[in-house]
């Protein structure tokens, strides 16, 4: 019989439950999602009170899903960082309960890296370029040296907080980048905005506030066509740039803003271009989801690391490429 792995994701607005066995396969994916009040925002204690009163129903789903129960589990994973304190506090709290009262195995996970792991999970690619983005990330990533290093990244905002920034201004309903993505598909006219690439670095907040300023004069399909041409032109130039610095030849879209289909379109011509293969994560496990916890947590313990109770406490900013990757 396969071993069995429990994932626990509480970066952020989304607390989520995933359960797979130790050949890769998906047996529960279950999740709750945190909404705030209309024009309020995301409160963080508000959030981690979601989380907090969502705890014991998702767990409890995940594991009728997957017909198995806690005591059978291998170990407990749990996203340690990088993300809101208030929110993974809750995941960590669970984790480390769980793994007490059964005594389990404990694993705390880099988001990012989990990310990037059910992406490559998912979609069967061995060792791509990796466009990682989402509402709190936007980043190029590839292994080398056994780390996931950063080969460009955004030097203010992320790209999924610059859409859901001009969403908000203009009116667009949530889920923001649907949302953006449909209004932005009947866009004819281009308007001039900046074009901030600097190396291999992106900045999308001088962009925002031109989009921001250049609304009062367009219209709304116009500003979010040419917000979105831009915007995805910099990420395809840089992501083209570590295909060739890297010399691989997979490309790999993650994170909640690939969902995009505009952004999948320009990415997917790129990489003919240039003879490499392009890879999206499925649509279930673009967004913040249990299952990649669970999965990074399953590629960690099989390579021999575990986190100690005493050395699990959250990692608000923890970086990608401060991980050591032993099971690639």
């Known amino acids: 019989m396969s071993e069995v792995y429990l994932g626990i994701e509480s970066t952020a607005h989304t607390f989520g439950v995933g359960i797979v066995d130790s050949r890769g396969r998906v047996l529960a994916n279950e999740r709750s999602v945190y909404k705030p009040e209309e024009g309020e925002g995301f409160v963080p204690a508000k959030m981690a009170g979601h989380h907090t009163q969502n705890t014991a129903k998702i767990i409890e789903n995940a594991l009728k899903k997957a017909k198995v129960k806690i005591e059978d589990v291998e170990a407990v994973a749990f996203s340690q960082g990088p993300g809101i304190p208030n929110a993974l506090r809750v995941g960590a ?6 793994a007490y009262k059964y005594n389990k ?7 990012c890296i989990a990310h990037i792991e059910i ?3 998912a979609t069967d690619c061995k060792d791509p370029v990796v466009l990682y983005l989402s509402g709190g990330n936007t980043q190029v990533i590839a292994l080398a040296e056994g780390r996931y290093r950063i080969f460009g990244e955004t030097q203010d905002i992320a790209i999924g907080n610059a859409i859901d920034s ?3 201004q203009i009116g667009l309903p949530l889920p923001y980048g649907p949302s953006f993505d449909k209004v932005a598909a009947n866009g004819k006219k281009y308007i001039e905005l900046p074009y901030v690439v600097k190396g291999m670095d992106l900045s999308f907040s001088g962009l925002l506030t031109a989009a921001k300023r250049k609304f009062k004069g367009a219209s709304k399909a116009d ?11 910099m990420l395809t ?3 083209e740039r570590a295909l060739a610095h890297t010399g691989k030849e997979e490309v790999l879209l993650v994170g ?16 003919k271009e240039r003879d490499a293969k392009f890879y999206v994560v499925p649509h279930q496990y673009s967004s913040d989801n249990g299952v990649m916890i669970a999965q990074s947590g399953a590629l960690a313990h099989k390579s ?6 005493e050395d699990s406490n959250i990692i608000q900013k923890w970086r990608t490429d401060e991980v050591e990757v032993k099971w690639r």
């Open 166 to 168: 001009l969403a908000r």
């Open 93 to 98: 709290a669970i984790a480390r309960y769980i």
């Open 256 to 271: 909640g803003v690939a969902a995009s289909k505009r952004l999948q379109t320009m990415l997917n011509t790129m990489c």
């Open 223 to 233: 500003i979010c066509y040419s917000f979105q041409e831009t915007c995805f032109a």
């Open 119 to 121: 992406g490559r999970l």
């Open 237 to 239: 130039e840089v992501t």
């Open 105 to 111: 195995p404990l694993i705390g996970v880099n988001h």
């Open 304 to 309: 021999g690391q575990k986190t100690r109770i």
